[in-house]
């Protein structure tokens, strides 16, 4: 079954800006994604949180608009507005309804190119946000995940997050220069779907583009992340927990690796499915955790391997100790040519929910460009998932995982599971403990 369609159109913006139109007339709404070369990477250490400030500071006033006249006119136009930054890129999402399109651009205009970045707000702003990092304490998901990416690329940009004295360290000065670096038109790639035309994104739209002040992309500063050593074990120490959060990995991939496709395919055998291997053991033989999962996402750089469980504290030693022996088994054993094969169809059919929107297909496009995919990763995504042989997805295993280079962070009541959790890792190089409210 081919899910091919033809791509969406490029146009040349200007002075090294792109867009990237997909019409769909079928709903009268349009789509933005306006996406900025640039993110969190570039964030002085001292003052991790500063693009994600400045991003939303943009909402917060610009030349003729206060915040209140803001809010009001996005609901007027029946349109919507969400800001987003991370490490490699900035996105600004719109979405508007057809026949206000034109007044909806004015608007965003003001927005991205001539924000007031108002002093009043900005400290509402770091106000809001450092309320925002106590509560998410409650979350044991994102704790884990949290200082899981600190486990494993420590001081990288990948590794680092906001904190309470991040937040407030940063001034107007620094959102205003952020500004100025930053949204630039060489930095802007536009991706635009739904119901306009070209005709009309060039009237209407991309004097978004025109908006700007010319200057090239900056230089990703962000490197590649170190090796780690051994395994070694962070508790996250949460008073009162039943129940554990726990991941385990190492590092993984990105999409300049010639095996690429061979690991991403090989993982989703592992622990990228109900059916996975992972999932298999943990919960439908044991019962341990109600899902069991392993993750490869990509960057501009390599990024994290990580297997997902969330045991209750009394299983999470047996938990670590299998998934540990099942990562070995994994890494020595490979997979068989059966997994493969159902592996490689299930990814094959279920992409097309990832072309099924004239919006992601539009975004695919904007992804390439952000960050630095080839051209032709998505177009070919589903031929070279098919292509991808059992010798290719073993040999990809053997040179990618590891199990004993391995960050295992875990999210519950020391007191009651350091002991167990210990004894369940073999090789153990390293423990730490720290409270849950560290930063």
């Known amino acids: 079954m081919s899910h091919a369609s033809p791509?969406?159109?490029?146009?040349?913006?200007?002075?090294?800006?792109?867009?990237?139109l997909e019409e769909s007339h079928d709903l009268p709404l349009v789509d933005m994604s306006i996406s900025f070369r640039t993110g969190s990477a570039f964030d002085p250490p001292a003052k991790t949180?500063?693009?994600?400030?400045?991003?939303r500071m943009l909402r917060r006033g610009a030349a003729g608009w206060s915040?209140?006249?803001?809010?009001?006119?996005?609901?007027?136009?029946?349109?919507?507005?969400?800001?987003?930054?991370?490490p490699a890129t900035i996105t600004v999402h719109a979405q508007v309804i057809r026949r206000n399109l034109a007044p909806f651009m004015e608007l965003l205009v003001a927005l991205l190119a001539k924000p007031t970045f108002p002093a009043d707000e900005l400290a509402r702003l770091q106000r809001e946000s450092v309320a925002e990092i106590i509560e998410a304490r409650d979350s044991d998901r994102s704790l884990?995940?949290?200082?899981?990416?600190?486990?494993?690329?420590g001081a990288h940009p990948y590794g680092r997050r906001a904190t309470t004295t991040s937040i407030p360290a940063v001034t107007r000065d620094d959102i205003v220069a952020f500004h100025a670096a930053h949204f630039v038109r060489g930095n802007l790639v536009l991706g635009i779907s739904g119901d306009v035309t070209e005709q009309e994104v060039r009237a209407l739209i991309l004097p978004l583009a025109a908006s700007l002040p010319k200057g090239d992309a900056?230089?990703?500063?962000?490197?590649?992340?170190?090796?780690?050593?051994?395994?070694?074990?962070?508790?996250?120490?949460?008073?009162?927990?039943?129940?554990?959060?726990v991941l385990v990995g190492g590092m993984g991939t990105k999409p300049d690796d010639p095996d690429h496709f061979a690991l991403h395919v090989a993982n989703t055998v592992f622990g990228g499915t109900f059916t996975a291997r992972l999932?298999?053991?943990?919960?439908?033989k044991r019962g341990w955790s109600y899902g069991a999962y392993s993750r490869l996402p990509i960057d501009r750089r390599?990024?994290?391997?990580?297997?997902?469980?969330?045991?209750?504290?009394?299983?999470?030693?047996?938990?670590?100790?299998?998934?540990?022996?099942?990562?070995?088994?994994?890494?020595?054993?490979?997979?068989?040519?059966?997994?493969?094969?159902?592996?490689?169809?299930?990814?094959?059919?279920?992409?097309?929910?990832?072309?099924?929107?004239?919006?992601?297909?539009?975004?695919?496009r904007v992804d390439e460009e952000i960050y630095s995919l080839p051209s032709d990763y998505h177009t070919r995504y589903v031929e070279r998932v098919r292509a991808v042989t059992l010798e290719e997805a073993n040999a990809a295993l053997r040179a990618r995982l590891s199990a004993e280079d391995l960050r295992i962070v875990v999210v519950g009541t020391a007191s009651a599971i350091q002991s167990p959790i210990e004894a369940a890792i073999a090789r153990l190089a390293g423990v730490e403990v720290v409270p849950f409210d560290q930063e």
């Open 218 to 245: 900056l230089p990703d500063p962000t490197p590649e992340p170190a090796p780690i050593r051994g395994r070694r074990l962070l508790l996250v120490d949460k008073p009162a927990r039943s129940q554990t959060q």
């Open 279 to 284: 999932m298999a053991e943990v919960r439908s």
């Open 49 to 55: 949180g500063l693009a994600r400030l400045f991003v």
């Open 7 to 20: 791509r969406p159109l490029r146009i040349d913006a200007g002075d090294g800006a792109i867009a990237f």
């Open 302 to 364: 390599r990024e994290a391997f990580s297997m997902w469980t969330f045991p209750a504290a009394t299983d999470a030693g047996p938990c670590i100790a299998l998934e540990l022996e099942l990562l070995e088994r994994l890494i020595a054993e490979g997979i068989t040519q059966l997994e493969l094969d159902f592996a490689k169809e299930f990814l094959a059919e279920s992409y097309a929910f990832d072309v099924d929107t004239a919006y992601k297909r539009a975004r695919q």
């Open 67 to 86: 915040s209140d006249r803001i809010e009001q006119t996005i609901d007027r136009y029946g349109g919507e507005i969400g800001v987003d930054a991370s």
């Open 144 to 153: 884990a995940g949290a200082f899981f990416r600190r486990a494993l690329f």
